[in-house]
């Protein structure tokens, strides 16, 4: 069965439901989480997103990120997809939202409210080959040069993220 995403309105309040595909594809503004994880070195967890991922394969871009389910709250949907993705799950806390808009060439458009989670967590994930390919730890002031010299190696949504929200996402 197809995953659905929460169509939002710019506050926020869910106004339907919709395949993720389709949503995508019409551009339509849906609910959606960002998981930052940091050490107690003050690096981010970085993924590689994997090879068959039908957007931005093979791109880095934060620990995980995806959609919260129908009944479901960001906190929950976040340690979700961070144990499905990355074998391990920690506290999360929300930071801050946004809303962004990233065409892609394929033709699909991610038009999101994206709720930003952050948690901590020292040791090694253990990645599912399915979603991620590859993961690292990197400072903050390492990711912003690497995004400025090498743009093409991350996601879109990732960049904007990082631009926008440097400060909060660093300390």
């Known amino acids: 069965m197809e995953e659905k995403v929460i169509l939002v309105d710019e506050q926020d309040n869910p106004i339907g439901l919709m395949e993720k595909l389709e949503a995508h594809q019409k551009a339509l503004l849906h609910r959606a989480f960002s998981v930052f994880i940091l050490n107690d070195k003050g690096e981010i967890m970085l993924q590689q997103r994997a090879a068959n991922k039908y957007h931005s394969p093979n791109l880095w871009t934060n620990t995980c990120c995806s959609h919260p389910r129908e009944g ?3 906190i929950e949907a976040g340690k979700r997809r961070l144990q499905e993705e990355m074998g391990f799950v920690t506290e999360l806390s929300e930071v801050l939202s946004f809303i962004y808009k990233a065409p892609f060439d394929n033709g699909l458009t991610e038009h999101e409210l994206d709720h930003i989670l952050i948690g901590y967590y020292n040791d090694s994930p253990i990645i599912n080959p399915d979603e991620v390919s590859n993961w690292r730890w990197k400072s903050p002031k390492n990711i912003k040069a690497d ?10 949504w990732f960049k904007i993220i990082f631009d926008k929200f440097y400060d909060q996402i660093s300390q």
Do not use: D, N, S, V
């Open 147 to 156: 995004i400025t010299k090498f743009p093409h190696q991350y996601t879109e």
């Open 72 to 74: 479901e709250t960001t």
